[in-house]
């Protein structure tokens, strides 16, 4: 089996280690994935995977996913929380592959929040 | 929840919730005496031996925002439902192991499903934390150690796209060999 090397993770730090400069450390936008156990049984792995598809698909290096328990509200479950820099966290729910591509397009990347699938606006923060 | 794979993740927020720095996610399986254990051990906050007593009970929860705790009692019925149990061992300020055993061939036994996304989760979303995988099956085994993946990282985030991408393949090839040994 062909494991991966560390001449792979080498080439990748020379790599981002010429471009980590650019970046100033921060990161513009945070997608927090909801994961209590009401979360993952009603599909939020997928959603998280399907995020870090796009992220990885779009290049966008300012954007970084974490996970959190669960917010209460298990029946509107699978939710993210969405915070872009200086802007209210926006909080989505009943979510599925093709809602989280639209928010990440429009939301993460647009700046505009998807209202129809949005369930509250500016209720946390974790900045 | 599905498949034990779920499980997986579902436990692993729990060490995450406790403060863990160290997450070891060990996965046995053994034909010749027809077992499947999962065990997931961290060093984070344990418990109290009065917490430990109430934890199975799905009435149960540290949580505020709601009166259930279920990740837990689901994972022990899963277990039962197989020939199968779930036991704990604690220390408050040390850590926690959650071990599930089940009867590998049992009828009612939840398949182990998609293992790599359930790593991959919690590698890209927690970056910080030293996860460890080992996988045994029967002779065969996988380990995958992210402490020693960061160090030759040399502080390029652990969830750079392209990082997440090399373990994610490192993982499926395992696991396209360890399912083709079934066959």
Same mark, same amino acid.
């Given at each position: 089996?062909?494991?991966?090397?560390?001449?792979?993770?080498?080439?990748?730090?020379?790599?981002?280690?010429?471009? %980590?400069?650019?970046?100033e *450390?921060?990161?513009?936008?945070?997608?927090?994935?909801?994961? *209590?156990?009401?979360g993952?049984?009603?599909g939020?792995?997928?959603v998280?995977?399907?995020l870090?598809?796009?992220i990885?698909?779009?290049?966008?290096e300012d954007?970084?996913?974490?996970?959190?328990?669960?917010?209460?509200?298990?029946?509107?479950e699978?939710m993210?929380?969405?915070?872009?820099?200086?802007?209210?966290p !926006?909080?989505?729910g009943?979510?599925?592959?093709?809602?989280i591509?639209?928010? %990440?397009?429009?939301? !993460?990347? *647009?700046?505009?929040?998807?209202?129809?699938?949005a369930?509250?606006?500016?209720?946390?923060?974790?900045? | 929840?599905?498949?034990?794979s779920?499980?997986?993740?579902?436990?692993a927020?729990?060490?995450?919730?406790?403060?863990?720095t160290?997450?070891? &996610?060990? $996965?046995?399986?053994d034909t010749?005496?027809?077992?499947?254990? =999962?065990?997931?051990?961290?060093?984070?906050?344990?418990?109290?031996?009065?917490?430990v007593?109430?934890? @199975?009970? #799905?009435?149960?929860? @540290?949580?505020?925002?709601r009166? /259930?705790?279920?990740?837990? #009692?689901?994972?022990?019925?899963?277990?039962r439902?197989?020939c199968?149990? =779930?036991?704990?061992?604690?220390?408050?300020?040390?850590?926690?192991?959650?071990s599930?055993c089940?009867?590998?061939?049992?009828?009612?036994?939840?398949? =182990?499903?998609?293992?790599?996304?359930?790593? $991959?989760?919690? &590698?890209?979303?927690?970056?910080? $934390?030293?996860?460890?995988?080992?996988h045994?099956?029967?002779?065969d /085994?996988? @380990?995958?150690?992210?402490?020693?993946?960061?160090?030759?990282?040399?502080?390029?985030?652990?969830? @750079? #796209?392209?990082?997440?991408k090399?373990?994610?393949?490192?993982?499926?090839?395992? =696991?396209?060999?360890?399912?083709?040994?079934?066959?």
């Amino acid at each position: 089996m062909a494991r991966l090397t560390i001449e792979d993770l080498k080439k990748i730090k020379d790599k981002q280690k010429a471009t %980590f400069s650019l970046r100033e *450390g921060g990161y513009r936008a945070k997608v927090t994935v909801h994961m *209590g156990t009401c979360g993952i049984a009603a599909g939020a792995r997928e959603v998280m995977t399907v995020l870090l598809d796009e992220i990885a698909q779009s290049k966008a290096e300012d954007v970084i996913t974490t996970t959190s328990g669960c917010a209460g509200l298990c029946a509107r479950e699978p939710m993210v929380t969405v915070e872009l820099l200086n802007k209210p966290p !926006v909080k989505y729910g009943d979510l599925n592959k093709e809602k989280i591509r639209e928010i %990440f397009k429009e939301h !993460v990347l *647009g700046g505009n929040p998807v209202e129809k699938y949005a369930l509250v606006v500016g209720s946390e923060t974790t900045y | 929840m599905q498949d034990l794979s779920l499980h997986i993740l579902d436990i692993a927020e729990n060490s995450i919730a406790a403060g863990a720095t160290e997450i070891r &996610i060990k $996965i046995v399986e053994d034909t010749g005496k027809n077992l499947l254990l =999962l065990e997931i051990s961290d060093n984070g906050k344990g418990m109290d031996s009065k917490t430990v007593q109430q934890i @199975t009970d #799905p009435f149960f929860t @540290t949580k505020t925002v709601r009166k /259930v705790g279920l990740g837990i #009692p689901l994972l022990a019925q899963a277990a039962r439902e197989c020939c199968g149990d =779930l036991t704990i061992k604690t220390e408050k300020g040390k850590g926690t192991t959650i071990s599930a055993c089940f009867q590998c061939d049992h009828v009612d036994r939840k398949p =182990l499903g998609d293992i790599c996304n359930t790593l $991959i989760v919690l &590698i890209a979303s927690n970056p910080e $934390i030293d996860f460890i995988f080992e996988h045994r099956k029967d002779d065969d /085994v996988y @380990t995958l150690n992210i402490a020693d993946i960061r160090k030759e990282l040399d502080g390029v985030p652990l969830n @750079t #796209p392209e990082v997440i991408k090399i373990i994610k393949d490192d993982i499926s090839a395992w =696991l396209i060999i360890a399912n083709n040994m079934l066959q």
